[in-house]
């Protein structure tokens, strides 16, 4: 059975910081893409971030949090993580882990997907 578990959302103030973590299992690890979209009540979803299984470094950044946000994962512990800086309100938004065996950050072309974590920042 696949799972995908998110957590480390919450509330903060404009400028803070939270740090997501999305541990999955039921999966093999290598060699699987995954990803943070997140979707903003009256909008699209949109993807904020995504990595490779073999990549030190993202495959994507959303021009919106480039520089403020940094993923990372732990192959180790089949952990995939987002760290959010300098948090805006319009960062307000469920936050998904997504994941799946390709090479894209498409978020149509991912399968498996966790169930959410609200991130709400106030002004």
């Known amino acids: 059975q696949v799972q995908l578990v998110e957590s480390g959302g919450g509330s903060v103030q404009a400028g803070g910081s939270l740090r997501l973590s999305c541990t999955a299992s039921?999966?093999?690890?290598?060699?699987?893409?995954m990803g943070w979209f997140r979707q903003a009540p009256g909008k699209e979803r949109e993807g904020v971030s995504c990595?490779?299984?073999?990549?030190?470094?993202?495959?994507y950044y959303a021009d919106s949090v480039k520089g403020r946000f940094t993923i990372s994962r732990d192959n180790r512990k089949n952990t995939l993580y987002l760290q959010m800086n300098s948090l805006k309100p319009e960062d307000t938004a469920m936050y998904y882990c997504a994941a799946d065996y390709r090479r894209d950050c498409y978020a149509e072309n991912f399968r498996y997907w966790g169930q959410g974590t609200q991130v709400t920042v106030s002004s």
């Open positions: 990595m490779y299984w073999n990549s030190d470094s993202a495959a």
């Open positions: 039921g999966l093999i690890f290598a060699p699987l893409t």
